[in-house]
T-cell receptor, first 111, second 113 residues
């Protein structure tokens, strides 16, 4: 059974600092997704990573995928308060049929 | 706004009752997925329908059932409700049965008292 682990589960950062969220998964997959969720809201798609070595950047967020290590990272550069949210990684088990989510990382950016 | 709609937004009901959650996918999307988000279990995949047929099943209880209608909207039926069924239920849609991006609706918050 596929397991997806995120760490840390809670991250409190100062504005302007950099940090990385890690997502490990237990079985082979080459489709990994990052979502953002604000409190009480839906999930917003951030990145779709479809192959080994994929790197995508949007603003202060950059995501990468290493399928051999079964690891994805979400790097935050020069954090701002607006990035405060919960971030989920999800791995596609059967290519579009089922997403298995990590527990989520609660990010709080303090000014 | 993802284009996926869900009704109702909130639902409060009592144990033992039955409720129906409704989802309308984005225009043109053939697949609908249902997820449950709770503090205990996190985000869990329940079931997928593609063009009216069940395509994949996850951790869906026997008390729960779903269907997708010819107009592609989907309903999730939850019966014999228990306190532990209180959760946020999301619907997502994608263009095909094997698509790499799912678009999530706003969710239905179910509270069982």
């Amino acid at each position: 059974e596929l397991k997806v682990e995120q760490n840390p589960l809670f991250l409190s950062m100062q504005e302007g600092k950099n940090y990385t969220i890690y997502c490990n998964y237990s079985t082979t997959s080459d489709r990994l997704y990052w979502y953002r969720q604000d409190p009480g809201k839906s999930l917003e798609s951030l990145f779709v990573l479809l192959s080994n070595g994929a790197v995508k950047q949007e603003g202060r967020l950059m995501a990468s995928l290493d399928t051999k290590a079964r690891l994805s990272t979400l790097h935050i550069t020069a954090a701002v308060h607006d990035l405060s949210a919960t971030y989920f990684c999800a791995v596609d088990v059967r290519y579009g049929n089922k997403l298995v989510f990590g527990a989520g990382t609660i990010l709080r950016v303090k000014s | 706004d993802s284009g996926v709609t869900q009704t109702p937004k909130h639902l409060i009901t009592a144990t033992g009752q039955r409720v129906t959650l409704r989802c309308s996918p984005r225009s043109g999307d053939l697949s609908v997925y249902w997820y449950q988000q709770s503090l205990d279990q996190g985000l869990q995949f329940l079931i997928q329908y593609y063009n009216g047929e069940e395509r994949a099943k996850g951790n869906i209880l026997e008390r729960f059932s779903a269907q997708q209608f010819p107009d592609l909207h989907s309903e999730l039926n939850l019966s014999s409700l228990e306190l532990g069924d209180s959760a946020l239920y999301f619907c997502a849609s994608s263009p095909l049965g094997d698509s790499y991006e799912q678009y999530f609706g706003p969710g239905t918050r179910l509270t069982v008292t």
